[in-house]
């Protein structure tokens, strides 16, 4: 069983910028494929971006698209999540995501470990 936990939320000003990291642990393995999601305050779960077991292949979200950058150090086994240009509706908690598996996975029920979450506010 692999344990993941985040770190690196914090409140910043529209604008500015974040990293969060997402720390594996346990049972790991580098064919894991791994994703962060997000949670508003009174909405749903939505997918930020992915990143495949090797890091040559990534996928994001229509809203975060050229301001995110998603990546990885498998000998560090960490995957990170680079945030410019941040904006007050990218307020959220931000939860790491993985799952054993080659591919790219956009949907949070494809994955099967989580992170506790880490909390991003941004302010106008």
């Known amino acids: 069983q692999a344990q993941l936990v985040e770190s690196g939320g914090g409140v910043v000003q529209a604008g500015g910028s974040l990293s969060l990291s997402c720390t594996t642990s346990?049972?790991?393995?580098?064919?894991?494929?791994m994703g962060w999601f997000r949670r508003a305050p009174g909405e749903e779960r939505e997918f930020v971006a992915a990143i495949n077991w090797s890091g040559r292949s990534t996928i994001y979200a229509d809203s975060v698209k050229g301001r995110f950058t998603i990546s990885r150090d498998n000998l560090k086994n960490t995957v990170n999540l680079r945030m410019n240009s941040l904006k007050p509706e990218d307020t959220a908690v931000y939860y790491c995501?993985?799952?054993?598996?080659?591919?790219?996975?956009?949907?949070?029920?494809?994955?099967?470990?989580w992170g506790q979450g880490t909390q991003v506010t941004v302010s106008s």
């Open positions: 995501a993985a799952v054993e598996g080659i591919g790219l996975y956009v949907r949070s029920r494809d994955y099967d470990h």
């Open positions: 346990g049972r790991t393995s580098h064919m894991y494929a």
